[in-house]
């Protein structure tokens, strides 16, 4: 079992019991869109977002995206953190078929998995910090480098989340927060000059 410090946040009951399979710690659903309108549920993890922090671990699909923008916007103080599944194509086994936009769900991916996404995230693990680098990679980077502004920008975005196993559809600000965690400017330098090639 995995002690995480941070509570997550997942979306739905088959996420929770997944996690709860190997992490020992708060995880709560916000049982789709139903977050919207739940008062209660908020005032829940904004309190914990200044008690523990949280992080927020929802599928990669468009649901899933605006879920995580929703909660992300509602917690105004504490410490909200990002942990992103890739793209992987596939249906959960429960299921008689894929979902609308063909991606495998929290529920679908595997532990090992998991436990990286939070630990990119920076979550604390069996007590330990797993904090990413810290550098300092900014919007006009992003700009220079071609992964926005341009042309071309989306479709080498794409290339880099396919690259680094993160959602191709995460906003500008969440790829920023995500490349600061994970790299340093050279070597986000060296993988967009590979995935160029």
């Known amino acids: 079992m995995y002690k995480v410090r941070e509570a997550i946040i997942v979306?739905?009951?088959y996420d929770k019991t997944k996690l709860a399979g190997f992490i020992d710690g708060v995880i709560l659903t916000?049982?789709?869109?139903?977050v919207y309108s739940n008062d209660d549920f908020i005032k829940t993890i904004e309190e914990l977002a200044k008690r523990t922090g949280i992080v927020i671990l929802t599928d990669s699909d468009s649901a899933g995206m605006r879920i995580?923008?929703?909660v992300k916007q509602k917690i105004l103080?504490?410490?909200v953190k990002h942990a992103y599944i890739p793209d992987i194509e596939g249906k959960e086994r429960r299921k008689s078929r894929a979902s609308k936009e063909g991606f495998l769900g929290v529920e679908g991916m595997s532990e090992e998995i998991i436990i990286n996404a939070l630990?990119?995230?920076g979550c604390e693990i069996n007590n330990e910090v797993t904090e990413g680098k810290q550098s300092q990679i900014t919007k006009a980077d992003l700009y220079i480098l071609g992964l926005s502004g341009g042309k071309d920008s989306a479709v080498l975005r794409e290339k880099l989340s396919r690259e680094i196993n993160i959602p191709a559809r995460i906003s500008a600000n969440m790829l920023l927060d995500v490349l600061n965690r994970l790299y340093t400017y050279d070597e986000l330098v060296e993988i967009v000059q590979r995935i160029q090639k």
């Open 11 to 13: 979306e739905g009951i």
């Open 30 to 34: 916000t049982h789709g869109f139903a």
């Open 68 to 70: 995580r923008n929703f």
């Open 77 to 79: 103080d504490g410490i």
């Open 119 to 121: 630990k990119k995230a």
